[in-house]
């Protein structure tokens, strides 16, 4: 049960990625950044059961997944700034953000399986 619950996870994960992605398309950063903080950062941790779900895993793997909550939230604070400081350099800042969100996911799948 616990397996199908993180699975089920791991599909919003890149479901919010994927509505993160189109909202920057359009240019409304403010979007993608609440996307990003409610179903990927900090504040998601509640609605993903983490307490929960982190005791069933390895430390250094609950760890992995911290961190890329850790980058979501970071990425939301980036996104706000853009939004305030527009310009290419901001967009490039928003771009390396996500994407250190993207690299954590790499991170834990290239190291984890559920079994
Ligand atoms: C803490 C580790 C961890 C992190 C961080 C993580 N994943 Fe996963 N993810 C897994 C594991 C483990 C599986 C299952 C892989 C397996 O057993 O083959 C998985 C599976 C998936 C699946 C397949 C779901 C299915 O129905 O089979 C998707 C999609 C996915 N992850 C997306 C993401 C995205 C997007 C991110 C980052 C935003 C992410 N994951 C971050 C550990 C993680």
Excluded: W
Excluded at 43 to 54: C, E, F, K, Y
């Amino acid at each position: 049960m616990m397996q199908q619950h993180m699975l089920a996870n791991m599909r919003d994960h890149l479901v919010a990625l994927d509505e993160i992605l189109g909202f920057l398309a359009e240019g409304n950063v403010n979007a993608a950044g609440k996307i990003a903080e409610s179903r990927l950062g900090m504040s998601s941790l509640d609605l993903h059961g983490a307490s929960h779900i982190a005791k069933f895993m390895p430390d250094a793997m609950a760890d992995a997944g911290t961190e890329m909550h850790r980058a979501a939230s970071r990425f939301v604070i980036t996104a706000q700034d853009a939004e305030l400081a527009p310009g290419k350099d901001a967009q490039h800042a928003v771009y390396g953000a996500l994407q250190e969100v993207t690299s954590a996911c790499n991170a834990c799948h290239q190291a984890y399986r559920i079994r």
